[in-house]
């Protein structure tokens, strides 16, 4: 089953949360160009929903596919994506496993103290 995208309302601890997510990077004086994001889009698309389900249930217990359609995105980028964000400390995974010892869908969760 696919989790659902949940929209969170002004005000809502995880928003507040989300809104901290500094998108684009910090200006360099001097450097010619666009600002460099700091997050691709799927990056925070992952960060907000992952940031959303934290602050309402604590987490989300879902696979890396349910991911990927939940955000219309290919298996192999939300692998890359989430990747790059637990090297960050952004996002943190507990592997479950069923009573076979079968290991079944990942429970992702923001480390809210980690967002600047």
Avoid at 19 to 45: I, N
Avoid at 70 to 77: E, S
Avoid at 101 to 114: D, M, P
């Amino acid at each position: 089953m696919v989790p659902e995208l949940q929209i969170l309302e002004e005000g809502h601890p995880a928003a507040d949360a989300c809104d901290q997510l500094s998108v684009e990077a910090p200006c360099t004086p001097g450097k010619r160009g666009p600002k460099r994001r700091r997050f691709t889009k799927t990056q925070e698309s992952i960060l907000r929903y992952l940031a959303g389900e934290t602050a309402l249930n604590g987490g989300v217990s879902c696979t890396k596919q349910q991911l990927a359609d939940l955000l219309g995105r290919n298996v192999k980028t939300i692998d890359r994506c989430m990747s790059a964000l637990r090297r960050q400390g952004l996002v943190e995974a507990q592997t479950n496993f069923d009573e076979n010892g079968a290991q079944v869908s990942n429970t992702y969760r923001v480390t809210l103290t980690s967002i600047p």
